[in-house]
Each structure stands twice: as C-alpha cells, then as structure tokens.
C-alpha cells in the first residue's frame, strides 16, 4: 500500500515539474532563436539506511533540441542569423562567453555593440566597440565596416570581426539563465568558415501542437496519478475496517 501510495505521489509531483517544461517551450515560441528542452521520465530506485525496495518517479531535462529554426526576413541591416551549424558569441551578465543562433544587434550610448536583450557582442579580441558613425555594415563572414562621420558614402573602414564559431553540439548546453555555453575548457576558437545572413532573424524552434499534446497528456497522466492516490486510501481504510473486525 505504501509503495503504491509513494509512486502515485511522486508521479503526479513530477508531472508537474514536466508540464513546466513543456509550458516554458510553448512560452518562447515567438522568441527568435529559442532551443526546446527535451523532456522525459524514469523510475529512480531509493536508496537509504535498508535495500532500495521502493521505487520513485523523476521528470528530467535530458537536454537541448538544437534544430535550427526558418529564417524570416527582417529587412533590417543589423538582424543577424548564423548558417550552417555555427553560433555567434555573446557575452553573458556573468562575465563569460556564450552563444547565440541569431541576433538582432544594436549600438548603445557607449558605442558597444549589444544584442535586443543587451549582451555585449564578441570579436576577435572581446566585445566590439564601434566608433561614431553615419552607417554600419556586416559582411557575410561577420566583417563590420563602418562609414564614420563626415566621409564619403564609398569611404568604409573595417573595425572588427563578430566571432563566429561551430562547436561541437554535444559539448553545448543551455544553463539555468537559459544561455549556450560550450561545456569544455575555455571559449570556442573562432571559425573562418562560419557566415551570416544579414536581414533576417532565426526563429524559435518549438513546435506549438507537439507541445499542446504533451501538457495535455501529461495532465491527463496527473490525473490517473491522483486516482491511484484515492484508490491507495480507499484500500488502506477497507483493510482498517477488516482489522477492526476481527
């Protein structure tokens, strides 16, 4: 009975935990470069003072689906997307170097060159820092190319280079703030074969109706969970009244 009772309950507790899962990846369908994160379930053995005889269930995070999303056209000149397997590096508030799919750049006060959501961009010595200017460019191969203030439109000067890389994805994984990180020692090396498409942004790469299915099966899985938990004290309180009889 006890078993019983333990299994239903930690199931039903993980089921919620996968639901968030599945909820947060159907939340980020719009945002341009988001990864989905797989989700899956296993019995765990519990291990303590006696033999494991008891058994859990456990909702887990195996990893990242890193498939590509489509490219929409932006016509913008600073929208970005990497083809091919390559990622651009970033650096995160935490002071290391991460990656991202595609990224819609921008100039702030201080002439840094950010992403939408304010992350320094990576060139080949640190983050890019672009003088004043009337225009900028960026190459195919990640060349920026600025036409300063007061020179001639066919006057450009070359000020750096994004950092483009392809790692090896199974050394890549998403942390808790939700950024690429590249697991092995130090930063990726730079990657001359990588481009980029200027005008476009990468979209998100969840997939609305297999995420709809999963929350809607696993709630129906919290479900049967919570009848098992009913069933367990109907039983345990069928077995009382037995006792007491006798």
């Known amino acids: 009975m006890d078993k019983m009772l333990y299994v239903s309950m930690t199931g039903a507790h993980n089921n919620t935990l996968a639901q968030r899962a599945h909820a947060n990846n159907l939340a980020n369908i719009t945002t341009n470069g988001f990864r989905r994160d797989f989700e899956q379930a296993r019995s765990m053995p519990i291990f303590g003072d006696g033999l494991p005889s008891r058994v859990y269930a456990m909702s887990e995070r ?135 498409t200027s005008g476009f942004l990468e979209s998100s790469n969840v997939n609305a109706v297999e995420e709809m299915t999963a929350i809607l099966s696993l709630s129906r899985q919290f479900e049967l969970q919570v009848k098992m938990m009913r069933t367990a004290e109907d039983n345990s309180s069928a077995m009382a009244r037995v006792l007491q009889m006798t």
Request: charged share 25%; aromatic share 2%.
């Open 62 to 196: 195996p990893g990242t689906d890193f498939t590509p999303g489509s490219l929409q056209e932006t016509g913008r000149d600073l929208d970005v997307a990497v083809g091919g397997k390559g990622w651009l590096a970033v650096q995160a508030p935490d002071g290391t170097e991460a990656y991202v799919r595609t990224a819609s750049l921008n100039v702030d006060s201080l002439g840094v060159l950010r992403t939408g959501n304010g992350l320094p961009v990576m060139g080949n010595a640190g983050p890019i820092a672009v003088p004043p200017e009337q225009k900028i460019e960026i190459g195919k191969d990640g060349t920026i190319s600025i036409r300063a203030l007061g020179e001639a439109p066919n006057v450009l000067a070359e000020v750096d280079r994004l950092k483009l890389v392809n790692p090896d994805l199974k050394q890549m994984e998403k942390g808790t703030d939700g950024m690429i990180r590249f697991k092995g020692q130090g930063p990726v090396q730079a990657d001359a074969n990588m481009e980029i």
